[in-house]
């Protein structure tokens, strides 16, 4: 379930006008909700690498490893085709403007039984290999004809992401990755000749991040726009705003 974007807005210019701080304008706040977001889903990835070298919780609730990877997992994307090449060299930019982080790469070969794969029509999980070490696992398999495939990482002249499978006579390639977020869009019109009203029609993009992050979107938003706050005073404006939306909708 997606955070409204009319909501957070809501909120945000409610305790923007309780301090006094003046109005924060559709434009300033995708531009700040953009920036929100891409703040709190990148330091999901800091928190887990922090929390996984500490002890888990028993209870899957309580545990924050547990926590951190359901809202990463609201970004998963499995099993994408970025097609063949038979120089085994595949871009990223195949994948997208969206792509965030590479997961697994599976490979299908054109001849399995000739790199030494037994079972054909069979993707296989490529291991990844640093760029300066391939060569010693490329010797490895030639020599003894076991292990692979494997896969490195670089860019290429023009400093497009790619990767290379070996071995290189490739059908396909699948690969699993984390996406990034979309930008949320508080989409308006003008009304009275001077006052947006939320369009939800115009093309509205909500925020994708799980449910628990709204107060924490609101905060990084004020925060961006220079409002200083404390959680208390966010949850009393935020009321007061449900209030007077409600009220707003009887008349």
């Given amino acids: 379930m997606a955070i409204s974007v009319d909501r957070v807005y809501q909120k945000v210019l409610a305790i923007a006008n309780k301090e006094q701080r003046g109005y924060i304008t559709p434009q300033e706040f995708n531009l700040f909700a953009d920036?929100?977001?891409?703040?709190?889903?990148?330091?999901?990835f800091y928190d887990l690498e922090q929390r996984q070298r500490g002890p888990g919780n028993s209870f899957d609730y309580a545990d924050i490893v547990s926590n951190i990877e359901?809202?990463?997992?609201?970004?998963d994307v499995h099993d994408t085709s970025i097609g063949a090449s038979v120089s085994g060299e595949f871009t990223l930019q195949n994948l997208g403007n969206t792509w965030w982080r590479l997961g697994s790469v599976k490979v299908?070969?054109?001849?399995?039984?000739a790199v030494g794969f037994a079972n054909i029509?069979?993707?296989?999980?490529?291991?990844?290999?640093?760029?300066k070490e391939i060569n010693k696992y490329l010797d490895s398999y030639l020599t003894n004809r076991f292990g692979g495939p494997y896969y490195t990482r670089y860019r290429n002249s023009i400093g497009v992401p790619m990767i290379r499978v070996f071995p290189n006579d490739v059908s396909e390639v699948l690969v699993s990755y984390i996406r990034k977020p979309h930008p949320p869009n508080w989409t308006y019109v003008i009304v009275d000749g001077e006052n947006a009203s939320f369009n939800s029609a115009g093309g509205a993009v909500d925020f994708e991040l799980h449910d628990s992050e709204e107060n924490e979107l609101v905060v990084?938003?004020?925060q961006l726009a220079?409002?200083?706050?404390k959680n208390p005073e966010l949850v009393q404006a935020a009321t007061q705003e449900e209030i007077k939306n409600i009220q707003q909708e009887k008349q």
């Fill in 35 to 44: 920036q929100a977001q891409m703040a709190i889903f990148e330091q999901y």
């Fill in 226 to 229: 220079g409002i200083t706050i």
């Fill in 108 to 113: 299908l070969h054109v001849n399995p039984a």
């Fill in 70 to 75: 359901e809202k990463i997992s609201l970004f």
């Fill in 220 to 222: 990084k938003i004020l």
């Fill in 121 to 131: 029509n069979k993707y296989r999980e490529a291991e990844q290999v640093q760029q």
